[in-house]
């Protein structure tokens, strides 16, 4: 028996339904792994809503979570049935007691990362890692701004970016969760949107910042840009408000010359090497204590759509679970 929360046809929640659906054995490349704990991610709401499209319906959703490898297929030798693994990758199908995959896409745990961790961890460090390494490398006494700060990637930017060295604002949408940022090391919060550029150009004293990592997206890009200095990189990561509509690209000339990013993991961890050292680079600052992994909620697998009322209600915080 194996069950997973499927939708059949895009829309709210409730579209979400726990059925039996095959398992089948692992094909040449794959392998089969026991889920322990699925991750829940923003990206899912856009999967279930049909924002973003699943190859075919009815489609199980979820790109993240950690289990137990049960059984591989021929040529398979990185990992064997027995094995702790944790993935966050497409194609979508974590939303499952079991599923296969390609065993290329599986990382192994190491002995201290508990299960729930790892599914929590997975595709938010991951992001996090690449979006401050890679997309920007942050250097030693910047002053960033991360959105939604309290969230699940925001949570884990903040406290990584001042393990880098940076000064950190975070912008958050209430008092409660403007505390929690602080209590991860955020030095300065922001409440809304309407103050944003004017609190910035206070916190710097004019100077304005070299880059922002905006997950929020329709509602926050253009008061992003208007936190940015001149040649200042905005990095569009994310639509949590809805999909970012550009009108015109001169709004980047007319801004002071900006750069404009729109990066995802999938394109940072394709290749084997970058999984490898984006998964490595999480595992060392979370076992070294400097990146702390909150699993603030927790949820019956089958319950789904409560956690994704939840998580759309903007009434999460830190990285959210999903329990087979
Ligand atoms: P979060 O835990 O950050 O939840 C989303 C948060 O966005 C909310 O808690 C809320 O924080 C904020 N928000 C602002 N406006 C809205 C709105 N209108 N509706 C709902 N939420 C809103 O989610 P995740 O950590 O899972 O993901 C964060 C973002 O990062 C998402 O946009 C996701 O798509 C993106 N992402 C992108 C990746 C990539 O590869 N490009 C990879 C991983 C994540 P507040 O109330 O404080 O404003």
Known sequence: MNHAIRVHEYGGPEKLVWEEIPLPAPKPGEALVRHQAVGLNYIDVYFRTGLYKAPALPATIGMEASGIVEAVGEGVTAVAPGDRVAYATAPIGAYAEARTIKADRLVR??????????????????????????????????????HAAAGGVGLIMVQWAKALGCTVIGSVST????????????????????????????????AMLPV?????????FVPSLDCLAPYGMM????????PVAIPDIGILAAKGSL????????????????????????????????VQIRVNQSFALKDAAE????????????????LP
């Open 109 to 146: 745990l190491p002995d201290a990362i508990p299960f729930e961790s790892a599914a929590a961890m997975m595709l938010q460090g991951m992001t996090a890692c690449f979006l401050l390494t890679r997309t920007y490398a942050v250097r030693p006494g910047q002053t960033i701004l991360v």
């Open 175 to 206: 008092e409660e969760k403007a505390e929690l940022a602080r209590a991860h090391g955020a030095d300065h919060i922001v409440v809304g949107l309407e103050t944003l550029p004017a609190r910035v150009k206070e916190i710097t004293a004019g």
């Open 212 to 220: 922002v990592y905006d997950s929020v997206g329709r509602d926050s």
């Open 235 to 242: 990095v569009s990561y994310g639509n949590a408000s809805g």
């Open 259 to 290: 750069y404009l990013t729109r990066p995802t993991l999938a394109t940072y961890t394709a290749k084997r090497e970058d999984l490898e050292a984006c998964a490595k680079g999480l595992f060392e600052v979370v076992s070294k204590g400097a």
């Open 307 to 322: 956690a994704h009322r939840a998580l759309e209600g903007r009434r999460t915080t830190g990285s959210t679970v999903l």
